[in-house]
Nanobody
Framework: QVQLVESGGGLVQAGGSLRLSCAAS????????MGWFRQAPGKEREFVAAISWSDSWSGGGTSYADSVKGRFTISRDNAKNTVYLQMNSMKPEDTAVYYCAADSYGYGSHNRYAYEYWGQGTQVTVSS
């Protein structure tokens, strides 16, 4: 069982930056692929970024949605059981509730149904 808690959301102006964190419980954090998804009002939950499981301290392959590529960066610190999403050059269309998710021994699927565990979400609002 893995419990995930997101933090770092808030209000930011267009062009600004935010860093989301997702802290995980448990001793086997490095064995989970971690993903970030987001859901805007009236829309489906969509993939944002993912990082594969890794037996190194912070390694793992990464992948991104086209809409955030070059602006967002996902990273993980296995010693701290934490995954991050650095969001730069933010746009109003990035406004959504952001969720982190965990997939046991995954490689960073873009499919939300691949993930077994989810956090409660954190609101991100980008003003124009």
């Amino acid at each position: 069982q893995v419990q995930l808690v997101e933090s770092g959301g808030g209000l930011v102006q267009a062009g600004g930056s935010l860093r989301l964190s997702c802290a995980a419980s448990g001793r086997t954090f490095n064995s989970y692929a971690m993903g970030w998804f987001r859901q805007a009002p009236g829309k489906e939950r969509e993939f944002v970024a993912a990082i594969s499981w890794s037996d190194s301290w912070s390694g793992g392959g990464t992948s991104y949605a086209d809409s955030v590529k070059g602006r967002f960066t996902i990273s993980r610190d296995n010693a701290k059981n934490t995954v991050y999403l650095q969001m730069n050059s933010m746009k109003p269309e990035d406004t959504a509730v952001y969720y982190c998710a965990a997939d046991s021994y995954g490689y960073g699927s873009h499919n939300r149904y691949a993930y077994e565990y989810w956090g409660q979400g954190t609101q991100v609002t980008v003003s124009s």
